[in-house]
């Protein structure tokens, strides 16, 4: 399925949000997840489905100030 990935096309075999994660090697506790520019709580992670052509921005907090 192709994903735009914080704006990098990619083909990718995924079909929730939680295994793109798994896939990227990404870590939930530490990032929050968009797609189609709509918040998707970390609790619905494993239920949500990405269809072809989403944009997900993946976005990793960094501290200060």
Partial sequence: ???FINGSD???EVKTVEELLVHLDKKPAFLA???NKVF???NKYFEYTLFEGDR???VT???GG
């Fill in 1 to 3: 399925m192709q994903l």
């Fill in 10 to 12: 990619q083909k990718l």
């Fill in 33 to 35: 997840v968009a797609v």
């Fill in 40 to 42: 998707v709580p970390k």
């Fill in 56 to 58: 997900v921005e993946i």
């Fill in 61 to 63: 907090p960094h501290p």
